[in-house]
């Protein structure tokens, strides 16, 4: 089975730190991806990622920046946390099949911004 | 733009009911459509999908049809467990990169 691993399940981190979330996946994916997921709001993308040294900004970039320096990670970087960036952050990965993307998600990181 | 839109939860049913749950969208083209559920302190799992009209995708006693005319890929099950009780979303895929846009989600809790 496709593993999604996120090195940290959950953050406590204070305003204005500089926060990494790690993303690694073993089953040669292309495509990645960092969503937020908000009760009553579902996921929302904030970037991704089709290769390496490649992003894309998803719906709600504002504040984030990623990195994919190897095709198995990805990582999420909030250069400077504020408490509106508290949330649950998934990671996921896909290959395309059947002109269908489907995705296979980590557990997700819990990030509290104090 | 592409969006999905999702019944509110939760939807609180006993062991043994039938569920449905209501899920319609907007595309401008032929989105793929998907469930996918989350149990509680884990990721998203796919719970099936499908990629055409009128099919129909199904897995664990789930099934949903690619309803067109009404737009719509609404869960169902016929008798539902109590390790059923999850977040429920809905989404759909299209375009270049055949990204995915999400529902807000829907929580159901199944008791004994």
């Known amino acids: 089975d496709v593993k999604v691993t996120q090195s940290s399940r959950y953050l406590v981190k204070r305003t204005g730190e500089k926060v990494f979330l790690e993303c690694v996946q073993d089953m040669d994916h292309e495509n990645m991806f960092w969503y937020r997921q908000d009760p009553g709001l579902g996921l929302r993308l904030i970037y991704f990622s089709y290769d390496v040294k490649m992003k894309e900004k998803g719906d709600i970039p504002e504040g984030y920046s990623v990195s994919r320096e190897k095709k198995e990670r990805f990582s999420l970087i909030l250069e400077s946390a504020s408490t509106n960036q508290t949330s649950m952050y998934l990671c996921?990965?896909?290959?395309?099949?059947?002109?269908?993307?489907?995705?296979?998600f980590g557990a997700g990181s819990r990030l509290t911004v104090l | 733009g592409n969006s999905v839109t999702q019944m509110e939860g939760p939807v609180t049913l006993s062991e043994e009911a039938f569920l449905t749950i209501n899920c319609t969208y907007t595309a401008t083209g032929y989105p793929s459509l998907f469930w996918y559920v989350q149990y509680p302190g884990e990721g998203l799992q796919l719970l099936l999908k499908?990629?055409?009209?009128?099919d129909k995708g199904s897995n664990k006693g789930f099934e949903a049809t690619y309803r067109k005319e009404t737009t719509s890929f609404h869960l169902e099950k016929g008798s539902v467990q109590v390790s059923d009780s999850a977040v429920y979303f809905c989404?759909?895929?299209?375009?270049?990169?055949?990204?995915?846009?999400f529902g807000g989600g829907t929580r159901l809790m199944v008791k004994p």
């Open positions: 996921a990965s896909s290959l395309t099949e059947s002109g269908a993307n489907v995705l296979t």
């Open positions: 499908a990629t055409k009209a009128d």
């Open positions: 989404a759909l895929s299209e375009g270049a990169g055949n990204m995915l846009t």
